[in-house]
C-alpha cells in the first residue's frame, strides 16, 4: 500500500483540489498570466549570432595566445635563469647545513654528548654544503656555453707569443 493513497484514491484535502478556482487556493484568486513572446525566432537568430560571435572571438584570442607562446619560447633560453641558479645553489648549501644539524642533534639525543654531536656535524654540514655549492657552480658553468664575445682569458696562442 503506498502512502499517498488512502482506499486505492490520491489523498486531497478537502476544498484544495489544486485547482486555480478553488477558494482555498491563492493563485486562483490573483489570476496570474505568463505570456509566450510572439518573436521566439527573432531572438534565436541573435543568439546564434552572438555565440558566433563570441566563438569567433574566443578562436582569435587562442591564435594570438599562441603566436604569443611560440615567440616567447623561441626567446627564451634553454638554460636556467639567474633565479633558478640561485634557487638551487641556496637550497644545497641550507640542505646540507640543515642534515648535519640534525643528525647531530639526533646523536646527541642518543649518546647523551649535548652539544658535541651537534656542533661538530654542523660544521661538518657546512664544509658539505660548500662543496655541494662549488660541484653546481662547475656543473653549471660546463652546460652553458659562454656569451658571444665573452673574454675568457689567454689562449693557447696567447701564451705562446708571450713565450717569444
Do not use: C
Not at 73 to 78: C, G
Not at 108 to 127: E, K, N, V
Not at 144 to 164: F, H, Q
Amino acid at each position: 500500500m503506498r502512502l499517498d493513497t488512502f482506499w486505492g484514491h490520491h489523498y486531497v484535502a478537502p476544498n484544495l483540489k489544486g485547482s486555480p478556482e478553488s477558494p482555498g487556493n491563492a493563485a486562483g484568486r490573483r489570476k496570474q498570466r505568463v505570456t509566450k513572446p510572439s518573436d521566439d525566432q527573432g531572438k534565436a537568430a541573435h543568439a546564434r549570432e552572438a555565440t558566433r560571435d563570441l566563438a569567433s572571438r574566443i578562436a582569435s584570442a587562442k591564435r594570438e595566445r599562441d603566436l604569443e607562446d611560440n615567440r616567447a619560447s623561441r626567446d627564451a633560453s634553454p638554460e636556467m635563469t639567474g633565479l633558478a641558479r640561485g634557487l638551487r645553489i641556496g637550497t644545497e648549501f641550507i640542505a646540507a647545513v640543515l642534515v648535519g644539524a640534525g643528525i647531530g642533534y639526533l646523536i646527541d639525543l642518543g649518546l647523551g654528548t649535548s652539544p658535541w654531536g651537534l656542533l661538530i656535524l654542523l660544521l661538518m654540514g657546512f664544509a658539505a654544503g660548500i662543496l655541494n655549492v662549488i660541484r653546481v657552480v662547475t656543473e653549471m658553468n660546463a652546460a652553458s656555453p659562454a656569451p658571444k664575445g665573452a673574454d675568457l682569458g689567454p689562449d693557447a696562442e696567447d701564451e705562446e707569443r708571450n713565450e717569444n
